[in-house]
């Protein structure tokens, strides 16, 4: 597995317009293979800005946006119109904005969708649409699988000292999630490790620390970003502030 790749950028707008420059050129080299990429987006501050970027890239118009399936890391158990959701966050800042194929966006879900406010059954509905697209294991081996990091070193819907990384399910649901709102469905540790490529993306001092750990720590258990990396390449975009730890 290859060594981590710190890519250091002075802002975070310079950090978004840097993964939406890479992230056209990695799904047009994947078109180019006569592959349809997959793409896992994260949800967070830096992710929206990372959206905004890849929707206003002059280079956009170089990828089949129509021929790009698209999955989320984790997704936020509330309504469908509810400002919280992921998948409406990214609606908002590209996905409303190019040519994607509604089909192909694999949003989890809501928690008034068809399984009400069963939140297991939504998980189970999302590992279903995923085994269905990974051609016999539960998940895809993500072309490109994005992943924020929160100050206490979660990623995706898992967090610190908690069992749900560990589950034996790909999808699982998360109650009383430190961080809100409360209930969430989230992949596990296992598919976050089978990516080709992982983007850490990560901005402002707060992440600093959990950069570092994550950079450095032993126990996933205690800095669940520790855990994933891409089974090809793993890049950390990083601005100056939540890179100054490392
Ligand atoms: C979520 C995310 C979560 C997020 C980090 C960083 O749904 O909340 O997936 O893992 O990526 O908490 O979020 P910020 O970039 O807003 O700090």
Redo the contacts with the bound molecule.
């Keep these: 597995m290859a060594a981590p790749q710190i890519l250091r950028h002075r802002t975070p707008d310079d950090l978004a317009h840097a993964v939406a420059a890479r992230l056209v050129t990695r799904l047009v080299d994947v078109q180019t293979t006569g592959r349809v990429p997959s793409l896992v987006l994260?949800?967070?501050?830096?992710?929206v800005t990372i959206h905004e970027a890849v929707a206003g890239s002059p280079a956009a118009g170089a990828v089949d946006w129509k021929s790009v399936d698209v999955w989320f890391?984790?997704e936020?158990f509330v309504p469908a119109a509810d400002p919280d959701r992921?998948v409406g966050q990214a609606a908002q800042a590209m996905l409303d904005h190019l040519p994607f194929d509604p089909a192909r966006i694999h949003a989890v879900p809501p928690s008034d969708g068809d399984y009400g406010d069963d939140v297991d059954a939504a998980a189970e509905a999302y590992a279903d649409d995923l085994r269905r697209a990974a051609g016999g294991g539960t998940t895809p081996a993500f072309d490109v699988l994005m992943?924020?990091?929160?100050p206490d070193g979660?990623?995706?819907?898992l967090f610190p000292g908690r069992s749900e990384m560990y589950d034996e399910r790909p999808v699982v649901a998360v109650r009383d999630s430190p961080?809100p709102p409360p209930t969430r469905v989230t992949l596990t540790m296992e598919p976050l490790k089978r990516a080709h490529e992982v983007w850490w993306v990560a901005a402002g001092e707060e992440k600093a620390q959990a950069v570092h750990d994550a950079l450095t720590a032993a126990d996933v258990q205690q800095v669940p970003a520790a855990g994933p990396s891409g089974t090809e390449r793993t890049l950390w975009f990083l601005d100056d502030a939540a890179a100054s730890k490392l």
Excluded: E, F
């Design positions: 994260t949800g967070g501050s830096i992710a890391g984790d936020r992921n992943l924020g990091i929160g979660h990623c995706a819907s961080k």
